[in-house]
């Protein structure tokens, strides 16, 4: 897709640094090597072609393409500072190389920069939308940080930490997509659904790989959510499931600081039994299958064609690994 | 001054929290009853009351005093991130109450509502300064965290990143005064002027304190800025003379962390006297007093009258403690 290469550009553009400062030069050239699948503006280039306005509103859609990866890019700067992650993406992140201190200023430059050519191009209504998802992500951000290391919990609250952590971004890529392209009302909400189901199924894969992948993803050690107190769906499962007793065990065990890594590594197994009992895996990929299955039900009520493929394809993408 | 009150109204809906998270409220809390003396709203106010537009500008001039009092909130949260400060205004600082993480993300909250709050208001302009300037907040930042325990700062480095941290905020204040209130380009160009001059001696005044303060102010103890390694203009002043290479010695011991207490004070009278034959102090007071002098000059080229008489006012209360 030849849009998202101008989605690079714009990013590129939005990044420019002019003043010579040489920590910032080395932390942005950092932010912008790691540049990932940009699964957020693909969405929403997709999601606006859906309305009469395209194409010409193809410029504009690879501007906010590259404000909606901004906006990620500065979320996983400042989520790198809260995790301690040493990696990302395969490469060290702003906040290991540089420390926290410089990490939470790089995360407001991204910021400030975003702000600053979203006026420039006097996007009102997508502005408030973004301001309002930023101030979601923080919500979920804080929700799950406010429940770290608690196995009680609720399936309802990481539901909604994840809503704010990734799909309320999803969900505004839609939006702006079908925003700018002037989709229907009806046309716009079906699309800020899918795009509901594609943050929560993407998340709950993201949190779902960290429990069953064997080796590291991305950097990322087996089990560091449930080592860093965050429990996500298969581990809440799980803690309600009678095999859960043994599970808050071996989880406040964990969370006393006083294993090495080869007891973490022992522990795994049994985690993984305890799953494997409590089918909280199962139950997982279940739930992602459903979302996976409501968004394309939503998809087949707009109109047949490559654009509709093109969601269709990503979800595939998203399905698999 | 009732605009003021009018201001507070206006953060304190900016600020509101309907999420309901308990934590968030918690940090709010903190953040609203820390507020301290809104010296760039005032500015922004009287600098609005030098327009044609003034008095129906008034409402939109306490909304935009509002906004620029709450960038000032959001870089102290994120600021007490970096020094790990304890206390603000006599109070715990929301990092040291709910620790770096939730810090970060009440940062990143009330930069949010900020920025949905001016698009709301379809400030273009505004918006845009204002990006402009948390940029530049974050190059002052990020200058002043890449010089750390760097005897070799320059008085240049030094002035470049507090004209970032401090001055870039007062200057946009005084903009946005002139903006609102349709100023005439040559009035908006003396009110910036203005403003640099007050961001510039507020910060080396803020940064002499530090030094000169018999007890810790607002909680922060004396020769904090020297201990953390942010060497401010009386100690570059004395490093570039005679007697420097002694301070450079104390500076060097201080920064090996080896020391307790009780030696730092014991040290403190040294740099007292480094200081004194040096006359750091006395070259900063002066440096002080000439943007003082400077902004008084610039204020009596304008209209006189009881508005003017209110900046040579700020101008008092600044110098004085």
Not at 78 to 102: A, L, N, W, Y
Not at 110 to 137: N, P, W
Not at 213 to 234: A, F, Q, W
Not at 264 to 280: A, F
Request: a negative charge.
């Amino acid at each position: 897709m030849d849009d998202l290469k101008l989605v690079d550009v714009y990013v590129d553009e939005y990044l420019r640094d002019e003043s010579g400062h040489t920590a910032l030069r080395s932390m942005l050239n950092i932010i912008n090597a790691t540049g990932g699948k940009k699964v957020r503006p693909m969405v929403l280039l997709l999601a606006g072609r859906f309305g009469p306005r395209w194409p010409e509103c193809r410029e504009r859609l690879c501007k906010m393409g590259a404000a909606v990866e901004m906006i990620h890019t500065a979320s996983l700067i400042h989520d790198d500072i809260v995790d301690d992650s040493p990696m990302r993406r395969k490469r060290r992140t702003v906040q290991s190389k540089f420390g926290k201190e410089m990490a939470v200023y790089a995360g407001d430059f991204v910021l400030s920069r975003i702000v600053y050519y979203l006026f420039k191009e006097a996007s009102i209504e997508v502005g408030m939308l973004l301001a309002k998802t930023v101030e979601s992500m923080c919500y979920g951000e804080i929700g799950q940080y406010a429940r770290l290391y608690d196995t009680e919990t609720t399936i309802e609250d990481y539901l909604s930490n994840i809503f704010g952590k990734t799909a309320s971004l999803f969900v505004a890529a839609c939006a702006i997509g079908a925003m700018e392209s002037g989709c229907s009302e009806k046309t716009s909400m079906i699309l800020r659904q899918v795009g509901e189901h594609i943050g929560y199924l993407f998340q709950l894969r993201d949190d779902l790989l960290n429990i069953t992948s064997s080796s590291g993803r991305e950097g990322k050690p087996v089990h560091c959510d449930l080592i860093n107190g965050t429990y996500t769906m298969p581990i809440l499962h799980a803690l309600r499931h009678p095999s859960g007793g043994r599970l808050r065990e071996v989880i406040h065990t964990i969370g006393s600081g006083t294993l090495v890594l080869r007891d973490i590594e022992k522990m795994g197994e049994e985690i993984q039994d305890i799953l494997n009992s409590s089918r909280g895996i199962e139950f997982t990929r279940e739930i992602i299958h459903n979302h996976a299955q409501q968004a394309k039900e939503l998809l087949e009520t707009l109109p047949k064609g490559p654009v509709r493929q093109g969601f269709l394809d990503i979800l595939e993408l998203l399905m698999g690994d």
